[in-house]
C-alpha cells in the first residue's frame, strides 16, 4: 500500500473498533496488518464490517469487502464511503 490518505481520526476510529470487536490488544493493530496475521476469519470479517458500519454511518457494499486483504485497505475504503456522504462544500 501507498502513503495513506486516510485522516489519522477515521484510520484511529477503524483501528479501536476492529481491536474491540476481535478482542484484540489495540497495539496489534495496526494500518498494516492483514487480516491474515490477526486471525480474522469471513465470519469475523462479517462483524468488524457491520462494526464499521455502525461507527461510521455507512453501508459498504459486500463486493468491495472480499477485496480488501489488510487494515490499511479497509481503511482506505471506509474513508471513501465517509467522505462521499459528506455533503459538498
Known amino acids: 500500500m501507498t502513503e495513506s490518505t486516510v485522516p489519522p ?13 476481535q478482542k484484540l490488544p489495540l497495539e496489534r ?25 455502525n461507527e461510521f454511518d455507512i453501508n459498504i457494499p459486500d463486493e468491495s469487502a472480499r477485496l480488501v486483504n489488510d487494515i490499511g485497505e479497509l481503511a482506505e475504503g471506509v474513508w471513501k464511503l465517509v467522505s462521499e456522504k459528506q455533503p459538498k462544500a
Do not use: C, H, Y
Open 9 to 21: 481520526e477515521i484510520m484511529e476510529r477503524v483501528l479501536k473498533t476492529l481491536a474491540e470487536t
Open 29 to 53: 493493530v495496526t494500518a498494516t496488518a492483514t487480516f491474515q496475521e490477526l486471525e480474522i476469519d469471513s465470519l469475523d470479517g462479517i462483524n468488524i464490517l457491520f462494526a464499521l458500519e
